[in-house]
């Protein structure tokens, strides 16, 4: 007996400090995992064993709102509805441990007045409770309940709690970070497409739906400023609006919005019923109920131009706003993404309007030169430009590549540029010209050419220039050129060149109605135009694409 | 004796659960810490305390290499100088603790012959030792290692051993997933950067110098593919480069990065010298050794020009590299940065390159017309073009802003555009011009501007067209403008038009010698002409900024 006894102790104390380890070790297994479910579960069920209880209920602190919401619950009164309700802090049995930061023991729930929970939830009849807080660095985080226990191994439950609320901890930490990672990395993406597009309506589509998505809120919407009028132009997003409705109209000074572009200072508003600037209007045009709003400004800044064009100066061209987030509220990892992105959108608008109004300024100015040179001669007044719209028709009736049509606009438009260098007295001579006058026309291609020869970047169009008077059979001018040396661009000027010729009034002869104009180019069609080229214009013409000049009066 | 026995037992042990709580719960509070040094060194001391030895050691396991590598030493051996030293994973007791993936005590280290290690570090005697490996998920990490113990817990100290590798990795998950969003965060502001240039020069510069920055490499450079002359020039990082050397070339074939170019396949080398397709050159052309590389291509992505321009084909220009890198080799996540990086940089060259030929089109065009009009006749021939020049001297001299400048530029090369609309007998008539002849030719700067002022974007070049002959006296034409409503850029074109009239042959007289022009033009300033820009024009001319039209010979 005594023997026993003496052995026994130890043996006892042996037995529970090895089942101690296997749960410590169990418990060391479990956080081995970056999988947060995983891991709450797995230890509520580690401390529903240690305690013999049949049912556990997990809950983690929300301090911004003291309450404890419902985040594990397991065991035979698993019931997964609860996951996600939120209860008071203070309420209940888990409340009390959580406000006294210790474990509380009710062995007969039913004689407890804080109890007001479902003790019979059908499944299981809930007899008895343990609560105990979770605590990390001192403060409660969350709290425990396991029910209808058999052991109370209080210590080892609140160790294996606390170790829980720190696991927890970490792999939130490191899920949000690489949420964040993974936030950072859409926003590479986006700003990589939004680069790699100079089109300013494919630009503004492209940052209000993206900006939607990456900020997880319901929709988002673009204002750009009008500085003239004192209006915001506004863009929503595509799924609420009707492409075909122009883009509508708001004084600059309204709105949340309108504070944002004036200012250049953010709003993040949470709820907008609460903020004086909210602007209802807004809703009204959207037919959405705003609730929270993230608004950032859209700032260009300053951008190098390079070489003699120096610097464009940083200014605010609008606003971004992402209306509504999904969950939660808009927090400081929103307004940096919408800012950042915001940003690089403004920059990227910015020099694609640089790039547009490059271009622009280019065939604008080519445009009122060749126009004031064609001016000289009544006759061929306006001559460049509608050769220049009809070979784009004929373009567009073929389908040719958004490139080649430019080239074939700007060709077209600079095709009669030699006459630059032929005497005005015989470009508008009122009569039928000598040999020698119609020599000194018949230089005019390669006059032309030679003037634009030494642009680099008009190569292509050079042959709408040399060679728009070549014909198919080689009876043209200057090189007699057979057809398979003729350009593409060349025949495709021909015919607009023909055609415009016949319907305009010449000193000799006025200009030929359309059926005698597309008589003769059919004739022509084969030996001196290229036939694919002469039936794309007609049926051009068919489709109401070609306008070719007013008949002048006889008598003009 | 028996009683105090039967007490005694199950008291040591409750005394025995208890100091073990506490060290458990000293075990969390120590895993509550996401500082990684603070976290290991603690948990350290926590076993050295419950085993009563004094001098610890931690190892982590590289699997590449298949080492231990110190990461802590604690206790009355502390020496720092082991951090990071490696040894042999199957080395020694330590090794053989993780080779047996179990404890091994050693009571006398004097005579085991697995210990290698220095027995006296002079500061203390190393008598004995306990190794274990640190076990997570089944498999060793990492090992500690506790000398001159007095106790032998072999449970409780592998049980924290395993909860300190267990707390590692996930702090190492985490300092890691940081260091992600960091650099992906700094690839953002990079990103900004590089768009906010359209300036070739500094958008090269920028790739080179951040390039190495965010992969922490020693140094990086930057090749563009020269498909003409099937070369690759070579950038490099600025501090290597003396910017007044012209870029270096190397023929495009050769290198790991002219593979990289060619086939547009990433390229990351620990060592070069393993690596065939290595060019030593390179070094010898950077003067640094070349030890591990990360090559990415320089490809332009599919960019959407908009309008009628349609899209630009994606395509590789060159290539990036970043060299050596600084700790560790190259990893995934760099090649993903540095890919990122170069995509972007590449779209952004890319568009530089589109604005640039976008303006250098407009320009050049301009140029040829304006050239072609003036050489109509031959006393006019290159007029507009010094035109242009003289103005520009004229406003670098006075260090006006470069909008200013290429303003002044284009609307110099246009003021005599007019001209277009005046005959050409009269604009070439060898001799005395008629008074109707001459008012004719007074029409053309109101030509000029009529035919520009559709031009949305020349607006600021208009006056240079409308006024450049109006003097400050009012005595100028067409409208007798007075000295406050002359614009500053048509008094800029006066006082070069005039110079260039002075010293340019005329039918009737030839030019004049410079001390002469200068003479008048000095006569002149302050009625007719602004003198501030005179005086300019003649700095410009002293500091050789000016180049006359050369004096045809009194024959010619």
């Not at 529970?16 to 069920?45: G, P, V, W």
Request: proline fraction near 4%.
């Amino acid at each position: 007996m005594l023997n026993s006894s003496r052995l026994t102790g130890p043996l006892q104390a042996a037995d529970e400090t090895s089942r101690l380890y296997r749960i410590l070790a169990r418990a060391n297994q479990i956080a081995s995992t970056t999988e947060l479910d995983d891991l709450l579960c797995e230890m509520l069920d580690l401390i529903l064993m240690v305690s013999g209880g049949n049912t556990g209920t997990m809950y983690l602190l929300d301090t911004h709102t003291n309450e404890l919401v419902f985040q594990v619950v397991r065991g035979a009164g698993d019931n997964t509805k609860l996951v996600g309700q939120r209860i008071c802090a203070t309420d209940g049995i888990i409340g009390a441990a959580v406000q006294e930061k210790q474990a509380i023991i009710v062995d007969d729930l039913a004689t407890d007045v804080r109890w007001y929970g479902p003790v019979d939830e059908g499944k299981v009849i809930l007899e008895n409770t343990i609560a105990f807080p979770l605590m990390l660095r001192g403060e409660p985080v969350g709290a425990v309940q396991v029910f209808n226990f058999s052991q109370k191994p209080i210590q080892l439950m609140q160790l294996l709690g606390n170790r829980m609320a720190s696991e927890y901890e970490k792999t939130m930490l490191l899920r949000k970070s690489h949420q964040h990672s993974q936030r950072l990395q859409a926003l590479i993406e986006l700003i990589a497409k939004i680069s790699s597009t100079l089109d300013r309506d494919q630009i503004l589509n492209l940052i209000i739906d993206q900006a939607r998505d990456l900020l997880n809120a319901e929709a988002s919407s673009l204002f750009l400023l009008d500085e003239k009028q004192h209006e915001l132009i506004l863009y929503l997003s595509r799924d609420m609006y009707q492409t075909n409705l122009p883009p509508l109209r708001m004084p600059a000074e309204l709105g949340i919005i309108g504070d944002v572009v004036r200012t250049g200072q953010t709003a993040c508003v949470d709820d907008v019923k609460l903020d004086p600037r909210h602007y209802a209007g807004i809703d009204e045009i959207s037919g959405m109920t705003t609730k929270s709003l993230l608004a950032v400004p859209l700032r260009v800044p300053t951008v190098v131009l390079g070489r003699e064009r120096g610097i464009s100066q940083s200014c605010i061209i609008g606003g971004v706003e992402a209306i509504n987030k999904r969950e939660g509220h808009f927090d400081k990892t929103d307004v940096q993404l919408l800012s950042t992105l915001a940003e690089q959108a403004a920059s990227v608008l910015h020099i694609a309007d640089l790039y547009s109004n490059a271009d622009e300024l280019f065939l604008n100015t080519v445009t009122v030169l060749v126009a004031s040179i064609d001016a000289k001669d009544p006759y061929t007044e306006g001559h460049s430009q509608r050769v220049s719209d009809f070979s784009v028709a004929i373009a567009e009736q073929l389908n040719l590549s958004p490139e080649l049509r430019h080239s074939i606009r700007v060709g077209a438009l600079l095709h009669d540029i030699g006459k630059i260098g032929v005497p005005d007295t015989i470009l508008s001579k009122p009569g039928r010209l000598t040999a020698g006058e119609y020599a000194e026309i018949k230089k005019h291609p390669a006059i032309g050419a030679n003037i634009i020869q030494g642009v680099r970047l008009l190569q292509d169009e050079l042959p709408a220039l040399a060679q728009h008077h070549e014909r198919l059979d080689g009876t043209g001018y200057p090189h007699g050129l057979g057809a398979d040396q003729i350009s593409l661009i060349a025949r495709i000027v021909a015919v607009a060149d023909v055609f415009d010729a016949i319907t305009s009034d010449r000193p000799y002869r006025p200009g030929m109605d359309i059926a005698t104009a597309l008589a003769i180019l059919r004739r022509e069609a084969g030996h001196h135009l290229d036939e694919r080229f002469v039936e794309a214009l007609i049926a051009a013409y068919q489709n109401g694409k070609i306008k070719p000049q007013l008949r002048k009066s006889p008598a003009g």
